[in-house]
């Protein structure tokens, strides 16, 4: 089950307008390794011009993904990973995952062959995008780079290469009970439903759902709700919104508990995150 195929709202179709802007992309299924690939590490960039929505798919290389401008999203199974300029995500090869880029997404990746490198870890990971590590990638893309020079790129990239201490991700629970939450959520995640009107609407005890919530997300039902808001909000940061009309459109009463709320999950408030 997935939130509203990971949309923040700014950047969903809106109601009565066709699907004409949304560029559905299908790419292959590979098993880890399925191509032998003649490179250690391999980048790409994309000027993401219209909202695309990534069909589920896996490559045969592990995939760093991360984000020049702009944020976008990655779900692989219950967990959808916000992708920004300074986090980003690993994903090991064959970890079929899909995702959702917004219009105006400056979009990077880099591929990295199994033969040569092995994955940072068992399964998907945060990374920190930090600027050497973007200035290394960049040069690595460069046409002028030599064949000694991208060896020392790639031994530094691979030196420094390792999981982040934060990490920007939801846990979307599975279970049928909860299905009219997520759903609510996703379509408008300022949604106001509190846990006792839940509880009577689905017939269940408030208790009831918060056991479930912690169950399939680890969090309770008010920590989960927060933390949905604030991948929402993260993309309208990157998109350039106000701090106080993000904090209504996501659905906080003020500007302070937004900011209470984004610092729990980021580490830190929403204008430092929109600085880096």
């Known amino acids: 089950m997935s939130i509203d195929n990971h949309r923040p709202r700014s950047a969903s179709r809106r109601a009565g307008e066709s699907g004409d802007d949304v560029d559905t992309r299908s790419l292959p299924i590979y098993e880890a390794g399925a191509i032998d690939v003649p490179f250690v590490i391999a980048g790409m960039y994309e000027n993401v011009s219209r909202d695309t929505l990534w069909e589920e798919h896996s490559h045969p290389t592990h995939e760093l993904l991360w984000s020049e401008r702009g944020a976008s999203s990655a779900n692989i199974g219950p967990r959808i990973w ?13 970890v079929r995952h899909s995702g959702w880029t917004p219009a105006g997404t400056l979009l990077r990746a880099a591929q990295f062959s199994i033969r040569s ?9 945060a990374v920190e995008a930090s600027p050497l590590l973007r200035l ?3 040069r690595l893309t460069a046409a ?7 060896a020392m790129t790639e031994t530094m990239v691979l030196d420094i290469l390792a999981p982040a201490p934060n990490e920007l991700l939801l846990r979307v629970p599975e279970s049928p009970l909860l299905a009219p939450i997520v759903a609510a959520v996703g379509a408008d995640p300022s949604d106001a439903t509190q846990l006792a ?3 009577k609407r689905l017939g269940v005890s408030a208790r009831t759902i918060t056991r479930a919530f912690l169950a399939e997300t680890g969090v309770g039902f008010a920590r989960w709700i927060a933390t949905a808001r604030v991948q929402h909000a993260i993309t309208l940061l990157a998109q350039g ?14 500007s302070s508990a937004f900011g209470t709320a984004f610092r729990r999950v980021t580490g830190m408030s929403p204008g430092r995150f929109r600085e880096q």
């Open 82 to 94: 916000t992708i920004t300029p300074a986090i980003a995500l690993w994903i090991p090869a064959g």
């Open 117 to 125: 490198v092995p994955s940072i870890s068992p399964g998907p990971v």
């Open 136 to 138: 290394l990638l960049d």
């Open 144 to 150: 002028d780079i030599d064949a000694d020079s991208r």
């Open 197 to 199: 009107e839940w509880a």
């Open 241 to 254: 919104e106000g701090i106080d009309e993000i904090a209504f459109t996501v659905g906080f009463r003020s």
